[in-house]
């Protein structure tokens, strides 16, 4: 069965860096674009990056930009977000997303806290 399985969040200060890794299976990994989406509570999951099959093709939500970057191992089977420059308005839950033949799956999140 599909499992994505994300890790590396935590508590970091306004300006500091962290890197998510989401590591998949159950699935043939290189032939799916994969998502970050984070949602923060009361509010919509909202879409954060975009990285195609191949890794060739990225899209970032506009406040994301310049900021965080998504990239992937297919030889791991893993998606990254890597996100630089934190403010405390990127604090979430950050889950990363696959959509295989029409259905969506998720992981279970990883929180990320950006505080001073």
């Known amino acids: 069965q599909v499992q994505l399985v994300e890790s590396g969040g935590g508590l970091v200060q306004p300006g500091g860096s962290l890197r998510l890794s989401c590591a998949a299976s159950?699935?043939?990994?290189?032939?799916?674009?994969m998502r970050w989406y984070r949602q923060t509570p009361g509010k919509e999951r909202e879409l954060v990056a975009f990285i195609s099959s191949t890794g060739g093709t990225t899209n970032y939500a506009d406040s994301m930009k310049g900021r965080f970057a998504i990239s992937r191992d297919n030889d791991k089977n893993t998606v990254y977000l890597q996100m630089n420059s934190l403010k405390p308005e990127d604090t979430a839950v950050y889950y990363c997303?696959?959509?295989?033949?029409?259905?969506?799956?998720w992981g279970q999140g990883t929180q990320v806290t950006v505080s001073s």
């Open positions: 159950g699935f043939t990994f290189s032939r799916y674009a």
């Open positions: 997303n696959a959509n295989i033949r029409g259905i969506n799956y």
